[in-house]
């Protein structure tokens, strides 16, 4: 699926991997659960021979609250791919609770407006996630080939769909901070939003 985060740049790609906690009263977020396992799960099944698996990231499920850690990820990559270890990606993994069919995030807006509270109380409404970006609707879009990755995965038989909406939550925050990032240090970055039916029949496997 992310064979191609490197573009034009190295032949290795190391991808780092984030998720989410808990939210809105579930106690544990399958993308936790996946993330916690992916390192264990790589080892016993491999990866193609240009893909490295880096770090395994969980976020706290808040706008605010999620980025001193996501910046810590996006910071490492960068210190990695200045030793010369390989290119760097991201990719981000949320769920949709209402979604049928898994999507590839396109694009993030800078505009945080959560219809409840994160998990550290914050309701923002309206508000520019990034003032300096200008107007909330303001858009960033990933560099990765979203389209042609879709293609590819419904070839292998994922239900899968490209999307342009992230929503206005914390994925959508989280999304709008990592593209950012990555177009200022040109790494590749990618949102998916699983569905929650799916992941958590996922999350209870071994």
Request: aromatic letters at 8%.
């Amino acid at each position: 699926m992310v064979g191609d985060l490197g573009g034009e740049g190295p032949s290795v790609v190391t991808v780092h991997v984030t998720g989410f906690k808990k939210f809105h009263g579930v106690a544990e977020n399958p993308t936790e659960k996946i993330v916690g396992n992916l390192k264990s799960f790589v080892e016993k099944k491999g990866l193609p021979k240009n893909l490295v698996l880096g770090s395994c990231t969980v976020l706290e499920t808040a706008g605010q609250g999620a980025l001193g850690t996501l910046y810590k990820v996006l910071e490492s990559a960068i210190a990695e791919r200045e030793n010369g270890s390989s290119a760097q990606g991201q990719i981000h993994f949320g769920v949709n609770s209402g979604a049928t069919r898994f999507a590839l995030e396109n694009q993030a807006v800078n505009e945080a407006t959560f219809r409840c509270p994160d998990e550290l109380g914050w309701k923002p409404q309206r508000v520019p996630i990034v003032p300096s970006d200008g107007a909330i609707s303001r858009t960033r879009e990933t560099t990765l080939p979203v389209n042609e990755l879709t293609k590819s995965l419904r070839k292998t038989g994922y239900d899968v769909m490209p999307s342009d909406d992230a929503g206005r939550f914390v994925c959508n925050y989280v999304y709008y901070h990592s593209l950012r990032f990555a177009e200022q240090h040109g790494i590749k970055s990618l949102f998916m939003h699983f569905v929650a039916s799916l992941l958590e029949a996922l999350a209870v496997l071994n």
